[in-house]
């Protein structure tokens, strides 16, 4: 069965965009996220800062594997570092995924991650002006992994409601 898989950057809605696209459909959703905290029993955060960053990406890509191949029809919304690490950005090439990438600018990241940066880990520390280099030089880098998805939507000046059109206009 397909996965519609929701990737980007970090703040550009993909757990937001997942949950309200699923109310629409009625095509259940899974938070990548979500389900780690739920198997390990502890927040992303605490996953940080008590087993390190290699340990959770390792759990990341264990569990999207299983997320992978489960039977049911579901949207996906992915960490924004999942298609960066191990070979996940070839899993999203399989036949029964439609990959979306959710693009937002520099700018757009920047307005919704300075006021929500306490549960992601790698910014909860910063300050604006280190935020703002860092969210521009990690979303470079990120970019290439990030245009391997099948479908690119413009999430920038957009309600939730008109991104999730957008993303069942591009699947119609
Ligand atoms: N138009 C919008 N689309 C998606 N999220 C929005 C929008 N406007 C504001 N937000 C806010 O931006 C944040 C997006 O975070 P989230 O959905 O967790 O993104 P991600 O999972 O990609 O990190 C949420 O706090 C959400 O309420
Ligand atoms: O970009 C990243 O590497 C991360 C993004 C987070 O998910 P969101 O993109 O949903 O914030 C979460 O997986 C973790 O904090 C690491
Ligand atoms: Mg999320």
Known sequence: MKKIILLGYMGCGKSTIAQNMSKITNIPFLDLD????????????????????????????????????????????????????ANNHELLKGK???????KASIETLYGRLVHNKSKRPLIAEMNEEEMKEFIAKHLFDRSFYYNQAQYKVTVDDKTVEETVQDILAVLA
């Open 34 to 85: 979500k389900c780690i905290e739920e198997r390990a029993n502890l927040s992303i955060k605490e996953i940080f800062e008590k087993q390190g960053e290699i340990y959770f990406r390792k759990l990341e890509h264990e569990m999207f594997v299983e997320l992978l191949r489960s039977p049911e029809r579901s949207i996906i919304g992915l960490g924004g570092g999942t298609p960066c690490y």
């Open 96 to 102: 029964d995924v439609i990959s979306i990438y959710l």
